[in-house]
């Protein structure tokens, strides 16, 4: 079965700075997909990124961008120039290819402060 | 477009009384996806369907629980009768398929069974 490990509980960051959020999954499949979910305190459940595991590119999104390491299984979030509203639950979840199951990690909290 | 749109936004019910959720997914979109969030368990797929047939159930945690899709444009989530354990966040998803896997997710039903 597949996992999905987000091992920070917590994170913090000053308004403008970088910061790198980690995940780490746990697979035999060769080809799947990897999210990056933001959730406010609206509650709302975002897309911030996507990544096809076949791509080596790694995906970017303005202020996002992802870190692929296939071979570690590893897919951490990188935000630079971080905003208040960057304040929110972030969750790293998988997908293998040709199922619709979305496996979460339990989340990492992002507090950006002014 | 309008995104997913799950009603009602909050529930509170007494122990023992049938609670519905409904969810109307994105036009055009011909998967959806019902979860449930809890702190102790996280992000949880409970059903999904394709093209308004029930795929995998395997997800719902007991008999008490159902979810139909009578049309393209409709689904719910009964509980019945319903229970304290069953207080969470309950959200929808939906996706077009060959849409690049992505899932949109309404902004969730926040049940508390007293």
């Known amino acids: 079965a597949q996992t999905v490990t987000q091992s920070q509980p917590e994170m913090s960051v000053q308004e403008a700075e970088t910061v790198t959020l980690s995940c780490t999954y746990d697979?035999?499949?060769?080809?799947?997909?990897l999210f990056w979910y933001k959730q406010p305190p609206s509650r709302q459940m975002i897309l911030v990124i996507r990544?096809?595991?076949?791509?080596?590119q790694n995906a970017t999104e303005n202020r996002f961008s992802v870190n692929f390491q296939k071979a570690a299984k590893s897919f951490s979030l990188k935000i630079s120039d971080s905003q208040l509203g960057d304040t929110a639950m972030y969750f790293c979840?998988?997908?293998?290819?040709?199922?619709?199951?979305?496996?979460f990690g339990t989340g990492t909290r992002l507090q950006v402060f002014p | 477009d309008a995104g997913v749109i799950q009603s009602p936004r909050h529930e509170v019910t007494e122990m023992g009384q049938e609670v519905t959720l409904r969810c109307k997914p994105i036009?055009?979109?011909?998967?959806l996806f019902w979860y449930r969030q809890t702190m102790m368990r996280g992000l949880e797929l409970l059903i999904y369907?394709?093209?308004?047939?029930?795929?995998?159930d395997s997800g719902m945690p007991e008999d008490r629980f159902s979810a139909k899709m009578p049309n393209a444009s409709f689904s719910t989530l009964k509980i019945q009768p319903s229970e304290p354990r069953d207080s969470a966040v309950y959200f929808c998803?939906?996706?077009?398929?060959?849409?690049?896997?992505?899932?949109?997710f309404g902004a969730g039903t926040r049940l508390s069974v007293l």
């Open positions: 998803a939906s996706r077009r398929q060959g849409g690049k896997n992505i899932q949109y």
């Open positions: 697979t035999s499949e060769n080809n799947y997909y």
């Open positions: 990544q096809e595991a076949y791509k080596q």
């Open positions: 979840a998988f997908m293998k290819v040709n199922t619709d199951k979305l496996i």
């Open positions: 036009s055009g979109h011909n998967s």
């Open positions: 369907f394709n093209n308004n047939v029930p795929i995998d």
